[in-house]
T-cell receptor, first 115, second 109 residues
C-alpha cells in the first residue's frame, strides 16, 4: 500500500534490552514525526525530521531514546536499556511538506511491551 | 506546548450537534483535527491555516481564531460513524505538531 508503514507491529522485549522501531513514510514525504501514545491519551510528541535533519528532539524522554533518518526516508527510533515505563504505542506520521501546511498521515504503530 | 481540549467527553443522540474546542498558550501557525477509533491510527479530518484557508472533510466544519489561539470543531447532524476520539494538533512556526488529550465522542441511536 501507499500508506505509512511501521514495523514491527508488536514487540515484546525484556527489561534492559535495546529495541529499534522502524517507520517507512509515504514516498516523497518530507516531514516525519514520532509520537508515543498511552491508552486513552493523545499522541505525545517525541521528535521531528525534515528530510534527514532532526529538527526537534525536545520530546525524547531521556538519552536512552534516539532517532535517525539518514537518507531522508526510512526512520528508526531506538530505545536503549528498555524499562517497563517505556511500554506504549509508538506511532510515526509523515507529511508531504511541513505539518504547517499539509496533513499528516499516521502509521498503524508499534505496540511495545517491556516485561 | 500541548493544547488543551474541551470537553473531555460528549454523548450525543444521532442527529444532534457537538462542538469541540482546542486552545493553545502559544502562537499557532495551523491547527489539524483528527479522529481516532479504538485500536486504529488517527485519521486526518481537517487543517486550518493562518489567513483562513481550510482543507478537509465535507461534512465537518471548523474555525480557527488566530488571535485567541483557539480552534473549534463543529459536528452537525451527527451520525453513528462519528463516534471516536477527536484530537486537535497544533502546529507552531518551528513545524512541531503537538496534540491535545482528546475528546471522546459517543453517538447513540
Amino acid at each position: 500500500g501507499a500508506g505509512v508503514s511501521q514495523s514491527p507491529r508488536y514487540k515484546v522485549t525484556k527489561r534492559g534490552q535495546d529495541v529499534a522501531l522502524r517507520c517507512d513514510p509515504i514516498s516523497g514525504h518530507v516531514s516525519l514525526y514520532w509520537y508515543r501514545q498511552a491508552l486513552g491519551q493523545g499522541p505525545e510528541f517525541l521528535t521531528y525530521f525534515n528530510y534527514e535533519a532532526q529538527q526537534d528532539k525536545s520530546g525524547l524522554p531521556n538519552d536512552r531514546f534516539s532517532a535517525e533518518r539518514p537518507e531522508g526516508s526510512i526512520s528508526t527510533l531506538t530505545i536503549q536499556r528498555t524499562e517497563q515505563r517505556d511500554s506504549a504505542m509508538y506511532r510515526c506520521a509523515s507529511s508531504l511538506m511541513s505539518a504547517r501546511h499539509t496533513e499528516a498521515f499516521f502509521g498503524q504503530g508499534t505496540r511495545l511491551t517491556v516485561v | 506546548q500541548q493544547p488543551v481540549q474541551s470537553p473531555q467527553a460528549v454523548i450525543l443522540r444521532e442527529g444532534e450537534d457537538a462542538v469541540i474546542n482546542c486552545s493553545s498558550s502559544k502562537a499557532l501557525y495551523s491547527v489539524h483535527w483528527y479522529r481516532q477509533k479504538h485500536g486504529e491510527a488517527p485519521v486526518f479530518l481537517m487543517i486550518l491555516l493562518k489567513g483562513g484557508e481550510q482543507k478537509g472533510h465535507e461534512k465537518i466544519s471548523a474555525s480557527f481564531n488566530e488571535k485567541k489561539q483557539q480552534s473549534s470543531l463543529y459536528l452537525t447532524a451527527s451520525q453513528l460513524s462519528y463516534s471516536g476520539t477527536y484530537f486537535c494538533g497544533t502546529v507552531y512556526n518551528n513545524n512541531d505538531m503537538r496534540f491535545g488529550a482528546g475528546t471522546r465522542l459517543t453517538v447513540k441511536p
